[in-house]
């Protein structure tokens, strides 16, 4: 071997076995310091005390964080059964207002809480006479309303009539009463207003004609035109003894009744029915002559009269004392007091 070949020998030679330990050493080393500088660095770890959720308890919850829940089945409330009516609940008819409506027997007419006697002059009315009060007496347990044979203010006789000092609309209206029998004699039980009172005429009538008291007459009016009045035949005759009458009026029409019973009622959707609030009145009295064609000659004794032993208005939707909430039928009264 020349000596080139033994230089470069010796520079490829092996180096020594302990080097190369320290060499992989060093490597190592410096793996491991680049794995941990470049490792993410973690947020500390902070330590916090375990909690439990809060009990609110019944008595602290307010009411608007309650929700209503219907208490009939289906919607039952947890822990109950559903009820085995399976949702039919019972219905019973809402409490009534005891209110706004009278009741008067009229004991004492001429002092009474809720009529108070007419008084002036008919001279350019179809009526025979002028009201006096003095043509209404307390008799029999009421009012009697009579019609005299006398001459006052032109006018050959003078008559009787009764008016409430407010004014009334929808509702029941109710009478014990006995009409006044002769020949040209009329009774009457009504609501009205009109130009009199600055209104409309609208009004609501029950008459008989002392003529035949067998026979019962309706009528009602509407901005002063006459509808479409009835007559019917009555099982007994009014003027024998007082009897129940009444009309209830609603928005959509009007009904009579005798004893109870209703006997007409307007036609569904009649455009007739009046509208106007009125003033309840009743009375005895007769016209003028040209008024004979209706209600028969003026042939009645003097001092014939009508009787009223009871009136009362009930309104619409309320439940007030009536006349015939003690009345005995054909018993001429109403029993002992009209108070609940």
Same mark, same amino acid.
């Given at each position: 071997?020349?000596? $080139?070949?033994?230089?470069?020998?010796?520079?490829?030679?092996?180096?020594?076995?302990?080097?190369?330990?320290?060499? /992989?050493?060093?490597?190592?080393?410096?793996?491991?310091?680049?794995?941990?500088?470049?490792?993410?660095?973690?947020?500390?770890?902070?330590?916090?005390?375990?909690?439990?959720?809060?009990?609110?308890?019944?008595?602290?919850?307010?009411? /608007?964080?309650?929700?209503?829940?219907?208490?009939?089945?289906?919607?039952?409330?947890?822990?109950?059964?559903?009820?085995?009516?399976?949702?039919?609940?019972?219905?019973?008819?809402?409490?009534?207002?005891?209110?706004?409506?009278?009741?008067?027997?009229?004991?004492?007419?001429?002092?009474?809480?809720?009529?108070?006697?007419?008084?002036?002059?008919?001279?350019?009315?179809?009526?025979?006479?002028?009201?006096?009060?003095?043509?209404?007496?307390?008799?029999?347990?009421? /009012?009697?309303?009579?019609?005299?044979?006398?001459?006052?203010?032109?006018?050959?006789?003078?008559?009787?009539?009764?008016?409430?000092?407010?004014?009334?609309?929808?509702?029941?209206?109710?009478?014990?009463?006995?009409?006044?029998?002769?020949?040209?004699?009329?009774?009457?039980?009504?609501?009205?207003?009109?130009?009199?009172?600055? $209104?409309?005429?609208?009004? #609501?009538?029950?008459?008989?004609?002392?003529?035949?008291?067998?026979?019962?007459?309706?009528?009602?009016?509407?901005?002063?035109?006459?509808?479409?009045?009835?007559?019917?035949?009555?099982?007994? $005759?009014?003027?024998?003894?007082?009897?129940?009458?009444?009309?209830?009026?609603?928005?959509?029409?009007?009904?009579?009744?005798?004893?109870?019973?209703? #006997?007409?009622?307007?036609?569904?959707?009649?455009?007739?029915?009046?509208?106007?609030?009125?003033?309840?009145?009743?009375?005895?009295?007769?016209?003028?002559?040209?008024?004979?064609?209706?209600?028969?000659?003026?042939?009645?004794?003097?001092?014939?009269?009508?009787?009223?032993?009871?009136?009362?208005?009930?309104?619409?939707?309320?439940?007030?004392?009536?006349?015939?909430?003690?009345?005995?039928?054909?018993?001429?009264?109403?029993?002992?007091?009209? /108070?609940?």
């Amino acid at each position: 071997m020349s000596h $080139d070949v033994q230089h470069n020998a010796a520079a490829w030679r092996r180096p020594d076995p302990g080097a190369d330990t320290l060499v /992989a050493a060093s490597w190592l080393a410096i793996l491991v310091v680049s794995f941990l500088l470049l490792r993410p660095a973690t947020l500390p770890q902070t330590s916090h005390p375990k909690t439990e959720p809060a009990i609110i308890a019944a008595a602290d919850i307010a009411p /608007a964080m309650v929700k209503a829940e219907p208490d009939f089945y289906p919607w039952v409330r947890p822990g109950e059964p559903a009820p085995t009516t399976a949702g039919v609940r019972p219905w019973s008819e809402p409490v009534k207002p005891n209110r706004s409506g009278f009741f008067t027997r009229l004991n004492t007419p001429l002092q009474d809480h809720v009529f108070s006697a007419s008084n002036h002059g008919n001279a350019d009315s179809f009526y025979g006479g002028d009201w006096v009060p003095e043509n209404i007496a307390s008799r029999n347990g009421g /009012a009697f309303l009579e019609v005299r044979r006398e001459v006052r203010s032109g006018e050959p006789y003078t008559a009787a009539e009764m008016q409430s000092s407010g004014k009334f609309q929808y509702g029941r209206y109710e009478t014990i009463m006995q009409p006044a029998r002769g020949s040209g004699l009329v009774t009457a039980f009504f609501t009205y207003t009109g130009p009199w009172f600055g $209104d409309p005429h609208d009004e #609501i009538d029950i008459e008989f004609l002392g003529s035949d008291t067998t026979k019962i007459h309706f009528n009602y009016f509407k901005n002063g035109k006459s509808i479409k009045p009835a007559t019917f035949d009555l099982p007994f $005759d009014a003027a024998s003894k007082p009897h129940l009458y009444a009309f209830e009026w609603r928005p959509d029409g009007v009904t009579w009744f005798v004893e109870g019973v209703p #006997i007409y009622a307007t036609e569904a959707g009649d455009p007739g029915v009046p509208l106007a609030p009125g003033k309840v009145m009743f009375s005895a009295w007769t016209g003028k002559p040209r008024m004979e064609g209706w209600h028969g000659k003026r042939l009645f004794r003097d001092g014939a009269g009508a009787q009223f032993n009871c009136v009362s208005f009930t309104p619409l939707g309320h439940d007030t004392p009536k006349c015939s909430d003690n009345y005995r039928s054909g018993g001429g009264g109403a029993g002992s007091t009209g /108070a609940r």
